[in-house]
C-alpha cells in the first residue's frame, strides 16, 4: 500500500510565494519520478512539474522561471516551490508517484489534493 499526503494549499494574493510538500509512505521499493498536476474547475488536469529518480526535471510552460521542484530522497518527499504567483494557477494540486513497489512491479499513485487560491 502507497499513500501520498499532500500539504502547504491556502489562499495567498497575486504575486506572493506558497511552497506544498508531498510525503510518500507504504511499500516502496524505489521511487521512478514524483511530480505536481493541477486542476481547475472545468478544466482537465495537466502536468505542472515532474522531477526523476536521477534528478532531472520538467516544468509546464506558464510555471517556468516561478515554480521549483525538489526531492528529499531519503524521507520520500517533494516539494513544489511557487513564487510569483498569479490568478490563473488556482487549482486543485495534485501529487504524484510512479514507484516501484517491489523489484519488477510498477504502480502509480495520487494524492487527495491541496487548493491554492491565488487573488487578484
Known amino acids: 500500500q502507497v499513500q501520498l499526503v499532500e500539504s502547504g494549499g491556502g489562499l495567498v494574493q497575486a504575486g506572493g510565494s506558497l511552497r506544498l510538500s508531498c510525503a510518500a509512505s507504504?511499500?516502496?521499493?524505489?521511487?521512478?519520478?514524483m511530480g505536481w498536476y493541477r486542476q481547475a474547475p472545468g478544466k482537465q488536469r495537466e502536468l505542472v512539474a515532474v522531477?526523476?529518480?536521477?534528478?532531472?526535471?520538467n516544468y509546464a510552460d506558464s510555471v517556468k522561471g516561478r515554480f521549483t521542484i525538489s526531492r528529499d530522497n531519503a524521507e520520500n518527499t517533494v516539494y513544489l516551490q511557487m513564487n510569483s504567483l498569479k490568478p490563473e494557477d488556482t487549482a486543485v494540486y495534485y501529487c504524484?508517484?510512479?514507484?516501484?513497489?517491489?523489484?519488477?512491479?510498477?504502480?502509480?499513485?495520487w494524492g487527495q489534493g491541496t487548493q491554492v487560491t491565488v487573488s487578484s
Open positions: 507504504g511499500i516502496i521499493f524505489r521511487i521512478n519520478a
Open positions: 504524484y508517484a510512479d514507484v516501484f513497489r517491489t523489484l519488477i512491479r510498477k504502480g502509480e499513485y
Open positions: 522531477i526523476a529518480s536521477g534528478g532531472s526535471t
